[in-house]
């Protein structure tokens, strides 16, 4: 899991908290994504970043702001959220160059967010 | 609708004997599909991927079959192990143009019995 890591693990927040989850990859890669994991339920791609640029927001709510600083750093800043926001937030990343025939992505260990 | 699915949520076998995972995809113009193994408290794992122009492909201990007819994509484990205990999915690209974009099944749950 050194490839790409995520802080913090778990975190417990209430409704009118703001908190950051961090994302950091280790592969050089161009790209980078956050999925959405809630029990009994495919993965939710959210957001993703291609060279630092949002290429995708999958009608997520406003209450979700993603941060890309750099192709290395990967952010989620939560604020008002809700307890069905409770789940499991997965970062990813991917090589995404041309030159590639696949485009295989590379998971983080998760933050297990659980909102009150 | 268009989906990515499993055929079994749980699957039992004994450790020693084999085991294949399925996968039932549905979009004919998918180009790439991933297997992934998510065991507790962890981030899916990559095991093993295929292109839509192969049929067949082969790991350490893996093997992923693609049947483009049927569009049924399959994941066998030889030997299976305790740690092969694990929750596995299979994304399908269902990206254009050089694209990449990952539909997810919803998953298999694994269980090697001792």
């Known amino acids: 899991e050194t490839g790409v890591t995520q802080t913090p693990r778990h975190l417990v927040m209430g409704m009118t908290n703001k908190k950051s989850l961090k994302c950091e990859q280790h592969?050089?890669?161009?790209?980078m994504y956050w999925y959405k994991q809630s029990a009994k339920k495919p993965l939710e791609l959210m957001f993703v970043?291609?060279?630092?640029?949002?290429?995708e927001n999958n009608s997520v709510p406003s209450r979700f702001s993603p941060e890309c600083p750099n192709s290395s750093h990967l952010f989620l800043h939560l604020h008002t959220l809700q307890p069905e926001d409770s789940a499991l937030y997965l970062c990813?990343?991917?090589?995404?160059?041309?030159?590639?025939?696949?485009?295989?992505?590379?998971f983080g260990p998760g933050t297990r967010l659980t909102v009150l | 609708g268009e989906s990515v699915g499993l055929h079994l949520p749980t699957l039992s076998v004994q450790e020693g004997d084999n085991s294949i995972i399925n996968c039932a995809y549905s979009?004919?113009?998918?180009?790439?599909f991933i297997w992934y193994k998510q065991e507790s408290g962890k981030g899916p794992q990559f095991i093993i991927d295929?292109?839509?122009?192969?049929d067949k492909r082969q790991g350490q201990r893996v093997t992923v079959l693609l049947n483009k007819t049927v569009k049924h994509l399959s994941l066998q484990i030889a030997a299976t192990q305790p740690g092969d205990s694990a929750v596995y999915f299979c994304?399908?690209?269902?990206?254009?143009?050089?694209?990449?974009?990952?539909?997810f099944g919803t998953g298999t749950r694994l269980k090697v019995l001792a």
């Open positions: 295929i292109r839509s122009n192969m």
């Open positions: 994304a399908e690209n269902r990206g254009t143009s050089g694209t990449y974009k990952y539909i």
């Open positions: 592969l050089g890669h161009n790209a």
């Open positions: 970043y291609n060279f630092k640029e949002q290429t």
């Open positions: 979009n004919s113009a998918s180009d790439y």
């Open positions: 990813a990343s991917s090589p995404q160059t041309r030159e590639r025939y696949t485009d295989t992505q590379y």
